[in-house]
Every structure is written in C-alpha cells, then in structure tokens.
C-alpha cells in the first residue's frame, strides 16, 4: 500500500486522477513500483492529458499546484 506521500493527484478541473506507483500507469506504458518523481518528463495524466506539473502529492511537502494548471480543464461534462 502506497503511503498518501507518493501518491499523487491530478489537480486539473474534473479530473482526480490519482498516480500510485504501487500500480502504475497501464495506459503510459509505466510498470508497477514506478515513483512519480521517476515518471518520464513527458508523461501525462491518462485521465485529463495533464502534465507532471499539475499534480501534487496527496500528503507532505510540495503540495502546491502550479497555477498553470489552473488554464487547462477538461471540458467534457457529464
Ligand atoms: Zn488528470
């Protein structure tokens, strides 16, 4: 079981995305016990598209949300 501190949220609008390397991202090509901060630059939220930088650690240090993030939403409502 992840601790919240290396699990990592998407922080764009609608989203809620939530990285947990305990399992990885299918979608991204990212093996189980990957760490966010091992994730390629270039990796992106399967949910929204989002970049690394619009996710936040679930507990701990650094949880602040880059404010432009804030710019992008998902606009599909349902
Ligand atoms: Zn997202």
């Known amino acids: 079981m992840s601790k919240p501190?290396?699990?990592?949220?998407?922080?764009t609008?609608?989203?809620?995305?939530?990285?947990?390397?305990?399992?990885?991202?299918?979608?991204?090509k990212i093996?189980?016990?990957v760490s966010f901060e091992d994730l390629p630059d270039d990796w992106k939220c399967p949910v929204c598209g989002a970049g690394?930088?619009?996710f936040r650690p679930?507990?701990?240090?650094?949880?602040?949300?880059?404010?432009?993030c804030g710019h992008y939403s998902n606009k599909s409502s349902s």
């Open 5 to 11: 501190e290396d699990m990592w949220q998407c922080q």
């Open 13 to 28: 609008t609608n989203c809620g995305y939530i990285y947990d390397p305990d399992r990885g991202d299918r979608r991204g």
């Open 31 to 33: 093996p189980k016990g």
């Open 52 to 54: 690394k930088k619009c």
């Open 58 to 68: 679930l507990a701990g240090e650094g949880s602040v949300v880059d404010e432009s």
